[in-house]
């Protein structure tokens, strides 16, 4: 018997083997090829048949017509190509040509790269497209172009410029399409600047005039700056609150807010982003921007090489950090004095200088100051500028106050600006803000060589 098994049992087994590769062949025939054909129907079907809810461009409230649209983007037709172009002068790429005919027609800024363009807008089917929708390829990188009807749209190439081609005709963009977008009323609203002319938080009403200044690290001038500039100017020249110069700096100062509290004029903070330079510490804060609602935010970018308004995508969120609310912090036009000050900040450091146009000194800008806001002349070196004025209490200071330091040589004067900050003109950083408790640039805070204050 056991025998008798030991020689059935292959046999069963080969048995087995073929009735059951003959019923998946079976199987195959009949049900392999009706998935293969359902799954190309799929794709087909969400390919064509994704109807948006929004007729975009079509239905706004915004002063233009779909008819000047189109014609404004046939009118740059030959235009040439240039890698990174954003205008007719310089040429364009795909998505500079797209965010040049949103903004000249419409007024939408759009985002200035194709990868971040994609992010917004409802998902668009082949069968729903209309003029003004968005449409995408991916090869080596996205590209975007902006669909004008008849299956045909406008984008920027390398071998043609600005040219018309169609969607299924031309080969290439037949094989690399990859979807198209169309904004929602509320993103053409959010990413219009008259949205906000009216708002009632007057750095997000006042932050559209920068929109458009060109990206530069360091940047401390209204030509072209960086986020932290960006955010010291907005605050400092709108709402009347003084804040350091640095994103680290910034964000040590203000009310912490919960994401689920944010408010427009909240400031957004980021880590490990944006990142000019590679020497940053690991979690360093390193970008900024201002909250405007709706999930946008405004913000000097460095991507995008200038100050644009931008969706608060998975890349922000992974790297936000954190939020702060400085509305409390305004001086609410109390100390003129303070104004003064900040019309000077970033002047540069020169020894023996007592004026903007050759630079200041410690003791030259805090007499600077005074003499400009108070008529009052304070003069000798400043020690003699110790001597002169009324002790105040570190309990007691108020904006205006003179604040002393122990130098290597001698007595550093600085203006007190409230919560904790103060002016000075430093040998690193010119006419700078800096606070009692901490300071990026030396290696001890402040107060550990606090003399006092005087009051003049």
């Given at each position: 018997?056991?025998?008798?098994?030991?020689?059935?049992?292959?046999?069963?087994?080969?048995?087995?083997?073929?009735?059951?590769?003959?019923?998946?062949?079976?199987?195959?025939?009949?049900?392999?090829?009706?998935?293969?054909?359902?799954?190309?129907?799929?794709?087909?079907?969400?390919?064509?048949?994704?109807?948006?809810?929004?007729?975009?461009?079509?239905?706004?409230?915004?002063?233009?017509?779909?008819?000047?649209?189109?014609?404004?983007?046939?009118?740059?037709?030959?235009?040439?190509?240039?890698?990174?172009?954003?205008?007719?002068?310089?040429?364009?790429?795909?998505?500079?040509?797209?965010?040049?005919?949103?903004?000249?027609?419409?007024?939408?800024?759009?985002?200035?790269?194709?990868?971040?363009?994609?992010?917004?807008?409802?998902?668009?089917?082949?069968?729903?497209?209309?003029?003004?929708?968005?449409?995408?390829?991916?090869?080596?990188?996205?590209?975007?172009?902006?669909?004008?009807?008849?299956?045909?749209?406008?984008?920027?190439?390398?071998s043609g410029g600005i040219e018309t081609l169609h969607l299924e005709n031309d080969d290439f963009w037949a094989s690399n399409y990859i979807g198209a977008k169309r904004l929602t009323e509320d993103e053409m609203e959010s990413l219009h600047p008259s949205t906000y002319k009216d708002h009632d938080h007057p750095v997000v009403r006042e932050s559209m005039n920068y929109l458009g200044t060109p990206y530069e690290f360091g940047g401390n001038s209204l030509e072209a700056f960086d986020c932290s500039f960006f955010i010291q100017e907005a605050f400092r020249e709108h709402q009347d609150v003084y804040l350091p110069r640095v994103t680290t700096d910034q964000f040590n100062l203000g009310e912490e807010i919960n994401e689920e509290n944010l408010q427009p004029g909240d400031v957004l903070y980021f880590s490990d982003v944006d990142v000019e330079v590679s020497d940053r510490e690991e979690g360093e804060v390193t970008h900024a921007g201002i909250y405007v609602g709706n999930n946008f935010m405004i913000h000097a970018s460095r991507t995008e090489e200038m100050t644009q308004i931008s969706y608060l995508n998975d890349y922000w969120n992974d790297a936000f950090t954190g939020a702060k609310r400085f509305d409390e912090m305004s001086l609410n036009g109390?100390?003129?004095?303070?104004?003064?000050?900040?019309?000077?900040?970033?002047?540069?450091?020169?020894?023996?200088?007592?004026?903007?146009?050759?630079?200041?000194?410690?003791?030259?800008?805090?007499?600077?100051?005074?003499?400009?806001?108070?008529?009052?002349?304070?003069?000798?070196?400043a020690r003699e500028l110790w001597n002169k004025g009324e002790p105040v209490d570190t309990s007691s200071l108020l904006p205006g106050d003179v604040l002393f330091f122990q130098g290597s040589n001698s007595l550093l004067p600085a203006l007190y600006i409230g919560h904790d900050q103060f002016m000075m003109a430093s040998a690193s950083s010119g006419v700078t803000t800096r606070h009692l408790e901490y300071n990026l640039f030396d290696s001890e805070p402040y107060e550990a060589s606090y003399e006092g204050a005087r009051r003049y």
């Amino acid at each position: 018997m056991s025998i008798l098994k030991k020689r059935k049992g292959p046999f069963i087994v080969i048995i087995l083997m073929t009735i059951t590769i003959t019923t998946f062949l079976l199987w195959w025939n009949t049900n392999g090829t009706l998935d293969e054909s359902s799954s190309t129907s799929q794709t087909s079907s969400s390919e064509e048949d994704i109807e948006p809810k929004s007729q975009g461009i079509l239905e706004t409230n915004l002063d233009f017509t779909v008819e000047e649209f189109v014609e404004e983007a046939v009118s740059l037709e030959g235009a040439d190509y240039q890698l990174g172009g954003k205008d007719p002068e310089d040429g364009f790429n795909s998505s500079g040509f797209v965010q040049y005919v949103y903004e000249e027609a419409t007024g939408i800024r759009m985002p200035r790269i194709a990868g971040h363009q994609y992010e917004i807008g409802e998902e668009v089917g082949k069968s729903y497209l209309q003029e003004g929708d968005v449409v995408f390829f991916e090869s080596d990188t996205i590209m975007s172009g902006i669909y004008i009807g008849d299956s045909q749209f406008m984008t920027a190439t390398q071998s043609g410029g600005i040219e018309t081609l169609h969607l299924e005709n031309d080969d290439f963009w037949a094989s690399n399409y990859i979807g198209a977008k169309r904004l929602t009323e509320d993103e053409m609203e959010s990413l219009h600047p008259s949205t906000y002319k009216d708002h009632d938080h007057p750095v997000v009403r006042e932050s559209m005039n920068y929109l458009g200044t060109p990206y530069e690290f360091g940047g401390n001038s209204l030509e072209a700056f960086d986020c932290s500039f960006f955010i010291q100017e907005a605050f400092r020249e709108h709402q009347d609150v003084y804040l350091p110069r640095v994103t680290t700096d910034q964000f040590n100062l203000g009310e912490e807010i919960n994401e689920e509290n944010l408010q427009p004029g909240d400031v957004l903070y980021f880590s490990d982003v944006d990142v000019e330079v590679s020497d940053r510490e690991e979690g360093e804060v390193t970008h900024a921007g201002i909250y405007v609602g709706n999930n946008f935010m405004i913000h000097a970018s460095r991507t995008e090489e200038m100050t644009q308004i931008s969706y608060l995508n998975d890349y922000w969120n992974d790297a936000f950090t954190g939020a702060k609310r400085f509305d409390e912090m305004s001086l609410n036009g109390e100390y003129p004095i303070v104004q003064e000050a900040a019309k000077h900040l970033n002047v540069p450091f020169e020894s023996g200088g007592s004026n903007p146009e050759e630079g200041f000194n410690t003791s030259g800008f805090v007499t600077h100051v005074f003499e400009q806001n108070e008529g009052l002349q304070l003069t000798g070196t400043a020690r003699e500028l110790w001597n002169k004025g009324e002790p105040v209490d570190t309990s007691s200071l108020l904006p205006g106050d003179v604040l002393f330091f122990q130098g290597s040589n001698s007595l550093l004067p600085a203006l007190y600006i409230g919560h904790d900050q103060f002016m000075m003109a430093s040998a690193s950083s010119g006419v700078t803000t800096r606070h009692l408790e901490y300071n990026l640039f030396d290696s001890e805070p402040y107060e550990a060589s606090y003399e006092g204050a005087r009051r003049y």
